[in-house]
């Protein structure tokens, strides 16, 4: 799923000769454009998925998020948040290509940043926290862990209910997906799933 904290599908790159020219400039000057490369990278495995290249770019994506790792390890307040925006879109890959077991850690990680991050600045950071929550909640209920998927789902629900009255026309299809998910995590009441189990023969 990509939200407004996501890179945008008119943000995604068309060519991927980009990523190649980035290649060969790092061979050049290993430190000097290791972030270049990581945002084209990220760009280019957004390109991909979005034209059901799945196993392209669960490979793509995989080598951004080592590069945002090894950036965000010299100077994690530039690139903490490039990091988490890569986990969360390499989570959304892993799952497309049935990895959704090593995907759930992975977006794990992405919400652990972005929690972080939403402590020292809720405005930039709480859409990609809220994006990154419901992906765990689905990723949660797909591993048949419902209760905690429902109140990632529920938490997630909460953020894009605030942001959806600041501003509906970024956020109101989010927070109907949100409640969605949330419907669907939601234990059934008793006599609706006993009346299911029912012998409906006379």
Not at 27 to 40: E, K
């Amino acid at each position: 799923m990509k939200t407004p904290g996501e890179i945008s599908r008119s943000q995604r790159v068309r060519n991927p000769r980009s990523a190649r020219i980035r290649r060969s400039l790092i061979r050049r000057h290993p430190t000097g454009h290791l972030s270049d490369l990581a945002i084209s990278l990220n760009n280019l495995g957004n390109r991909l998925s979005s034209l059901g290249r799945w196993d392209e770019s669960v490979v793509v994506s995989k080598e951004a998020v080592d590069h945002y790792l090894a950036l965000a390890r010299d100077k994690p307040d530039a690139y903490l948040p490039l990091l988490a925006r890569a986990l969360s879109n390499h989570s959304v890959d892993l799952g497309e290509v049935g990895r959704a077991d090593e995907g759930l850690p992975v977006v794990e990680e992405a919400v652990t940043i972005r929690r972080s991050l939403v402590r020292e600045n809720s405005a930039a950071h709480l859409p990609g926290l809220a994006a990154s929550l419901l992906n765990l909640a689905q990723d949660l209920g797909a591993a048949g862990r419902r209760r905690e998927g429902l109140a990632a789902a529920e938490e997630a629900a909460g953020y894009y209910g605030g942001l959806a009255r600041a501003n509906p026309g970024a956020f109101g299809d989010l927070l109907s997906e949100a409640r969605e998910t949330e419907a669907s995590l939601r234990p059934e009441p008793a006599a609706a799933t006993d009346a299911a189990s029912a012998d409906p023969s006379p």
